[in-house]
């Protein structure tokens, strides 16, 4: 069983930044990052591999980043030029799933999530 720990949400203005981060209580080859928008069904955002080989959403390509420190079991997702549909519960997810896995059913591990609000 793997914990994840999220921190790093709040409420910014259209542009602003901010970096999530996530602690993982073990090492999985597969972590990720979803976000719920209110009233609206959970997507992912982007999933990096333990060997660093990334994917995003094509609208979230160019402003966000997502790294991880395989030393600390920990990811990170880097959001830059944050627009108001970016608004959303952002969840980190663990799997060991070798491939690119969209589907939040492909994944074993969540934290618990946390809010990330950008107002215009």
């Known amino acids: 069983q793997v914990q994840l720990v999220e921190s790093g949400g709040g409420s910014v203005q259209a542009g602003d930044s901010l970096r999530l981060s996530c602690a993982a209580s073990?090492?999985?080859?597969?972590m990720a990052w979803f976000r719920q928008p209110p009233g609206k069904e959970r997507e992912l955002v982007t999933t990096i591999s333990i060997s660093g080989s990334t994917y995003y959403v094509d609208s979230v390509k160019g402003r966000f980043t997502i790294s991880r420190d395989n030393a600390k079991n920990t990811v990170y997702l880097q959001m830059n030029s944050l627009r108001p549909e970016d608004t959303a519960v952002y969840y980190c997810?663990?799997?060991?799933?070798?491939?690119?896995?969209?589907?939040?059913?492909?994944?074993?591990?969540w934290g618990q999530g946390t809010q990330v609000t950008v107002s215009s």
């Open positions: 073990g090492r999985t080859y597969r």
């Open positions: 997810a663990a799997g060991s799933s070798i491939v690119i896995t969209t589907r939040a059913s492909g994944y074993d591990y």
